[in-house]
């Protein structure tokens, strides 16, 4: 998946969004996986995971984790 920045309208708020990115021929059990990821990740109460806020489905019906938005560097950035 990919992890986005994006505007929650409801609550005027900044959150991550993650989505899931093509996957080919596999499409449907990568979504599969994701929404089951999704799910597991919403039961979890932990410092180091992000809250869920929604699981839902993107215009082309892929679907999308929105969770909260944790600010500092990326990890790409520490890994260089």
Do not use: N
Request: proline share 5%; glycine share 12%; no cysteine.
């Amino acid at each position: 998946g990919r992890v986005l920045r994006a505007h929650d309208l409801a609550f005027d708020r900044e959150v991550a969004l993650k989505v899931i990115l093509g996957v080919g021929d596999g499409a449907v059990a990568a979504a599969r996986r994701f929404v089951r990821e999704a799910r597991i990740t919403g039961q979890l109460a932990h410092p180091g995971i992000p809250p869920a806020y929604q699981l839902g489905e993107l215009a082309d019906g892929s679907p999308f984790l929105a969770m909260k938005l944790i600010r500092g560097d990326t990890l790409g950035a520490i890994l260089k």
